[in-house]
Structures are given as structure tokens and as C-alpha cells.
């Protein structure tokens, strides 16, 4: 059905057609989903309890390796490390709490979501917008490749046999993800919900009863540690050790500002309910890593690539590895993959802005089929792929390239919050500002808010910087290097863009330039059939200057396609090419290369090819595509058009 609805009062006719289309069933809505309308948008949104699901898996799985994290670096020194262990949580805790704040002011700000990139955009410029942006990319790709290799690592520790198949398993995992998502946001959030639940539960339980057994005396130590060679011994632990450990486990924090990124995904009111969500989060996040932290110190679990702390601490605290320790690594390595679902819906979405703001290609802007930004979840996917295969799906050696990111987003992001605060301090009570995706109005205890905001980005800035230091050697310098790279690239794509649109604009364009006053028409012919005829009937509408072009490989049939010409030809020449070393497409390209030097002053030149049209993709195969050879080959010169002539013979 056809609606139609007709414009009359305008000038130009301007008629609005309604089609009642609903698309085919295929093996990708088999897989994905049938396709939504845009109409379907408001219906997409997610509530608390499934938004915790999709945006805060990342965060709560950190747990899982942020402690192993710390244990890495002071683990060297022996059992006098294990003092330092929980005090270092605390510390990590103190900066989760700062963050946290100011992510909720940042949610309430800006209620179009953005995050980091939004906030520096608006207070610090475009520079450290487009750096908070490479950063947040980055860390985000990063979070698919940390969180999957852990996750794969669980399962090594459980079943050891499989590591030699750790790198395929975690790319099916990816590859898996990136599938759910495809179907979208909600869909993605209610598959996650179930196993993200699950794993809090038994990670409160373990955690619950490991601390009961630790007061009531029946705790022990870790049976059977795995073995632990340290590559040098420290008899004392400094202070840059201890901030190198803190830096480490300062990974629980990722995922933080996954929330303010995707506010747009929740319900109404999504700022009251975006902010809610991120503080559950943050309350969970904080009792299980602290919890954790406590327990390992106690049965001084080990350092190790082959077994985790989580499997050290479950066999320790269930007594072996029987059906508790392994619905625990379950759900461990459930979360742990399922924390690529955070990156997965929020990469798209930033990937989104930022090429709506001219700074990546306008094809991240398109909404696939289920009404998500399904090109930059491929894409997700791809790269952090990649990096799995290049890192061999080491957590140890993708750490290093993870935090700099983090921290780095962190940093602008709150202190666009200080600046923004102080701005606000500056107006008069009663002026409002509206500025894009927010609005600034005079609050007061603004200057409480902004020593918040301004202490916060103190604190990550000398993470990042401590975490560059000392990772620095181990694979960081690829992030600091990599991260202005982007940022140029950015702001390159954002010149073309520029720069084309300002030669397309329509202002002070004048009148439109007159139609060509010559038409001139070839037509290349292989063979002088239906085929032929068809396209020479459409060129004959172009213009009284047709030339057909022959290019001659084989005498004989040069001669069969002369005589056949002569008698269906209708008058119209034909320019018969010599091609001695047997070649097609160059001597026809030579030829049209001449005519154009002839060309004269508005004169446009048209290549009319008969393209045959198979009624199968196998059958397809057996036959040049002269007109897509062509097209590659001109589209660049100017004043040449190309026109595919179909043809279909059925079969």
C-alpha cells in the first residue's frame, strides 16, 4: 500500500509517499533478528535492572583480575607484600568513590550521553575532545580484548588442557558477542542479565562465606599454589612499587564512565535512572573488590598465569574444586565476557557522535536493521580480534595497554566538569545557557562541585602518568603514541569533510550553470546481440553523437562482429581497436582518454555498457562486469558519465 501526501503550497512539487514495505525474511533476520522500524526506537530503551546488565559487566568484572593485578608487582617481595595488599584497596576504593561522583554530576549535566567526550567538547575545545575520544575508543576496543582473554584465562585455569586453544576460543567468544549485539540493545541487555546476576550472587556468597570462615578460624591457606618464580626479589617495597601496584589495580575502575556514554539506551527519566544504576554499580564493584583484596592477603593466594586468584580463592574457600568452585568460574568467566557487552554498546554509540561531528566516517552514524549502530559493532569486533591473535590472548600483556586510555578519559572529563562548574559559578542567578546536549544555569555550591571535579582529575592524571612510567617498557608507549596518531587521523577526516561540503554548499551558489551545448556517446560492444541493440536504442535518447567501439583481439570475430554490425548497426559507427598484446580494457580506456582531450567546452562525454544481469549469483561468475571495470577506471575524470544498460536473459 501506497500513502501518499502532496505538498501544493510550495513552489516545487513535493509529494511524500508512505509504502507499506515489510522485508523478506533472510538468514541475517534469522540470525539478528527481523528488522525494526524506526518507529520501534522508544520501545529499545532499557530500565535499571537490564541497564546494570549491559553497562556495568565491564566494571564488575574487573574484579576478577584488578587484585591479580596488584598481587603481580608486589608479589616479589614475599609474604610481606600481602600487608600491603588490602591497604592498596582501600586507596583504589577512595579514587572509585571521587569518580563515581563526578560521573553522576556528568549524567545529570548531560542527559544526551557522551561522556568524556561531550564534557571536554563543551568546556576544554575540540583537542582535548577529540583525545578524550581516541582514549575512550581505544580503552573500549581494549575492554573486549582484556575482558575475553580473562575470561578464556578462567577457563584455561579450570581445564588446563585447553590452552593451546585459548587464542580460537576467545575470538569465537568475540565473535559471539558481537552477534547478540547485532540484535539489539534490549535483546543484548536481557540475555546479559540473567548470567550478570548470577555471577553477583555467587561472588557476594564466596566472598560472604570466605569472610566467615577466615573469623571463625577455618580458612587456611591456599592448598597446592601454583609455582611462582619471581624474576627479582624485593627486599623492600617503595613507594614507586607501591604506586606502580596501585596504578594496576586502579583496572577495577574501567567501565566507570560506560553509564554517561550510553544514557540514551535507558528509560525515562534516564538521567535519574542512568545515575542510579551507576551507583548500585559502584557499591557492588567496591564491596566485592575490597572483599576479594581481603581474602587474598589472608590465604596468600599466588600470582600466576595458569591459575587465577579467583580459582586460588574458590578452591580455598569451597575446599576443592567441586560444584561451588566451578559454578563460581562459570560465572567468572560468564561476566568476564559478557564485560565486552559494555564496550559493545557503547563503542558504536561514541563512534556514532563522533562521526556525526565530521571526525570519523559518516557510515558509524547508520542504524542497522535491529536500531543499533551495527557497522561500529563489526568493527568492534575486528579489531579487538585482532589484538587477541597479536597478544596471544595474554591478560598481563594487554594490561599495560588497557588503564592509560581509562585514566586519560577520566582526566578530561572531570576536569570539563571543574571548568563547567566554574562557568556556572559566573552567571547571575537567573541566566540560563543553553549549549548543545545541556544547559548551564547558576547553581549554588557550585564551588564544592568543582573541587570535587578539579581533586578527581588531580588524582586520575597521577595515575596515568604513573601508569605510563612504569608500564611504559611492557607495551604502554603503544597507547601514547597511538593516541595522538588517531587524533590527527580525526581531525584529518574532519578537514575532508570540511572541505567537501564547502565546495558542495548551495550559498551563494547563483544560478544553476546551463546544460551541456554536446552530448557525445560511446559505446563499447564485445558482440553485436540483444544485449547490444538495447543499449544503442538507449543512446540514441542521448544524442544524435554515438560512436560504438570494438576492440579487436581476434581477427576472425572482429570480422563476424563488421558484418553483424552492418546489418544491425542502424547507421551508427564503428571504431574497431587493434589490441595486439590482447588486452581489453586498455585500449578502450586509450581511446576514450583521446576523445576527452578533444573534448570541447561543455561537452559531456557518456560510456552507455551493456551489462548482462544473471538470474544467479553462480552463473554471475562467468561473465566480465565491463561496466563496474570501467567505472573504476573513470570515475575520477571529470565530464564522463557511465551508464549501465541491463540486460537479463532468463533462464
Not at 623 to 643: C, E, F, M, P, Y
Amino acid at each position: 500500500m501506497i500513502n501518499t501526501n502532496e505538498n501544493k503550497n510550495s513552489q516545487t512539487s513535493i509529494i511524500e509517499l508512505d509504502i507499506d514495505y515489510k522485508p523478506p525474511r533472510t538468514l541475517r533476520s534469522w540470525l539478528i533478528g527481523r528488522p525494526l522500524s524506526t518507529a520501534d526506537a522508544s520501545h529499545q530503551t532499557i530500565g535499571k535492572v537490564v541497564g546494570l546488565a549491559v553497562f556495568a559487566s565491564d566494571a564488575l568484572s574487573s574484579t576478577a583480575y584488578a587484585t591479580q593485578e596488584i598481587l603481580g608487582v608486589i608479589a616479589a617481595a614475599g609474604t610481606i607484600a600481602y600487608g600491603y595488599l588490602f591497604p592498596i584497596s582501600l586507596a583504589i576504593i577512595t579514587l572509585l568513590a571521587i569518580v563515581t561522583i563526578s560521573y553522576e554530576q556528568t549524567i545529570h549535566a548531560y542527559p544526551g550521553g557522551g561522556g568524556a567526550y561531550i564534557v571536554a567538547r563543551d568546556n576544554l575545545g575540540e583537542l582535548p575532545a577529540q583525545t578524550a575520544g581516541a582514549a575512550l575508543l581505544t580503552d573500549y576496543i581494549l575492554t573486549v580484548s582484556v575482558s575475553i582473554s580473562a575470561g578464556v584465562a578462567q577457563i584455561v585455569s579450570a581445564y588446563p588442557e585447553l590452552f593451546p586453544y585459548r587464542v580460537a576460543i576467545a575470538v569465537i567468544a568475540v565473535l559471539l558477542v558481537m552477534l547478540v549485539n547485532l540484535r539489539g540493545v534490549k535483546e543484548s541487555g536481557t540475555a546479559f542479565a540473567i548470567p550478570t546476576y548470577f555471577f553477583v550472587v555467587l561472588m557476594v556468597a564466596t566472598v560472604g562465606y570466605g569472610i566467615f570462615r577466615y573469623f571463625t578460624g577455618s580458612l587456611g591457606m591456599v592448598v597446592d599454589p601454583p609455582h611462582f618464580e619471581a624474576s627479582h626479589v624485593i627486599s623492600v617495597i617503595t613507594p614507586f612499587i607501591l604506586l606502580h601496584a596501585f596504578a594496576n589495580g586502579t583496572t577495577a575502575l574501567t567501565g566507570v564512565e560506560a553509564i554517561s556514554n550510553g544514557i540514551t539506551a535507558f528509560k525515562e527519566p534516564r538521567s535519574k535512572n542512568a545515575g542510579i544504576t551507576l551507583v548500585w554499580m559502584s557499591l557492588i564493584l567496591g564491596a566485592l573488590f575490597l572483599g576479594l583484596s581481603f581474602l587474598t592477603g589472608k590465604v596468600h593466594a599466588v600470582f600466576s598465569e595458569e591459575e587465577t586468584v579467583i580459582s586460588q580463592l574458590a578452591r580455598t574457600i569451597y575446599g576443592g574444586r567441586g560444584i561451588p568452585y566451578l559454578m563460581l568460574l562459570t560465572g567468572t568467566t560468564v561476566i568476564l565476557i559478557m564485560a565486552a557487552n559494555t564496550a559493545f554498546a557503547d563503542f558504536p554509540r561514541l563512534g556514532a557522535l563522533h562521526a556525526g561531528d565530521g571526525f570519523l566516517p559518516r557510515q558509524l552514524t547508520y542504524r542497522g536493521s535491529r536500531l543499533v549502530y551495527s557497522r561500529g559493532i563489526v568493527s568492534l569486533a575486528i579489531i579487538a580480534s585482532l589484538l587477541i591473535i597479536i597478544f596471544q590472548a595474554s591478560v598481563t600483556r594487554l594490561i599495560p595497554l588497557y588503564a592509560i586510555g581509562v585514566f586519560l578519559s577520566f582526566t578530561l572529563s572531570q576536569a570539563g566538569m571543574a571548568r563547567r562548574w566554574w562557568k556556572i559559578g559566573h552567571l547571575k542567578e537567573g541566566v540560563e545557557i543553553v549549549e548543545p546536549g545541556s544547559t548551564l544555569k547558576y547553581e549554588s555550591g557550585w564551588q564544592y562541585r568543582m573541587l570535587i571535579n578539579g581533586f578527581g582529575a588531580i588524582c586520575t592524571a597521577v595515575v596515568m602518568v604513573v601508569f605510563a612510567v612504569t608500564k611504559f617498557s611492557e607495551g604502554a608507549w603503544v597507547v601514547l603514541i597511538l593516541t595522538p596518531v588517531l587524533v590527527g587521523i580525526f581531525f584529518s577526516i574532519h578537514h575532508h569533510y570540511k572541505g567537501l561540503a564547502k565546495k558542495l554548499s548551495l550559498d551563494n551558489f547563483g544560478a544553476i550553470p546551463p546544460q551541456a551545448i554536446r552530448h557525445r556517446v560511446i559505446v563499447p560492444v564485445s558482440g553485436v546481440h540483444q544485449g547490444t541493440l538495447a543499449a544503442l536504442h538507449y543512446a540514441r535518447m542521448l544524442s544524435d553523437d554515438i560512436t560504438a567501439v570494438h576492440v579487436t583481439i581476434e581477427p576472425a570475430e572482429a570480422e563476424k562482429v563488421r558484418q553483424k554490425w552492418e546489418t544491425w548497426g542502424e547507421g551508427v559507427r564503428i571504431v574497431m581497436l587493434a589490441s595486439p598484446y590482447r588486452l581489453f580494457l586498455e585500449p578502450l580506456l586509450g581511446y576514450i582518454s583521446a576523445i576527452s582531450r578533444q573534448r570541447q567546452p561543455g561537452e559531456t562525454i557518456t560510456i552507455v555498457v551493456p551489462e548482462f544481469v544473471s538470474d544467479s549469483r553462480v552463473t554471475a561468475l562467468l561473465h566480465t562486469n565491463t561496466a563496474d571495470l570501467l567505472r573504476s577506471q573513470l570515475k575520477r575524470q571529470h565530464g564522463i558519465v557511465i551508464i549501465n544498460v541491463p540486460y537479463h536473459v532468463h533462464e
